[in-house]
């Protein structure tokens, strides 16, 4: 995901990004892919919850970019429509979007000023009590 945020952040690729957004998903609200922020959970739980929902869109952009003359650019964007379509990527994607929305509330949760120790705890075991449960329900 952080590769094809870093292909799609050149500007001419940028371009047909948000073309393709506004084309096929006309009502969604963000044109860009966020960066994967190495510190601030809360930061790369919206970037994987947005590259998700832009998924459509971010195929299209490759597969348009992929018949550009420049060939360095176009082979590098068909290996990463290869990439995406592998099923071992699509299944991670969606157990990490999965997951990432069930953590993002315990995340900003955290970051609130004047938390209480006692709250976290709470907010933090059941957030656990929920995976624990997913886990354990896995075949549903």
Request: aromatic share 10%; proline share 3%; hydrophobic share 45%.
């Amino acid at each position: 995901m952080q590769t094809v945020c870093n292909f799609l952040s050149y500007p001419k690729r940028s371009n047909v990004l948000l073309g393709t957004i506004t084309k096929l998903l006309p009502d969604e609200k963000s044109f860009k892919l966020k960066k994967f922020c190495p510190t601030r959970w809360v930061e790369r739980h919206d970037a994987v919850i947005l590259y998700y929902e832009l998924q459509p869109a971010i195929i299209s952009a490759l597969e348009d970019i992929s018949l550009w003359k420049d060939t360095d650019t176009s082979s590098a964007a068909n290996q990463l429509l290869a990439s995406i379509h592998q099923f071992k990527f699509q299944i991670s994607m969606m157990i990490l979007v999965k997951l990432f929305s069930i953590s993002v509330s315990l995340s900003k949760f955290l970051q609130t000023e004047n938390l209480d120790l006692e709250n976290a705890l709470s907010f933090a075991e059941n957030t656990q009590v929920t995976l624990k449960d997913i886990r354990l329900n896995a075949d549903k």
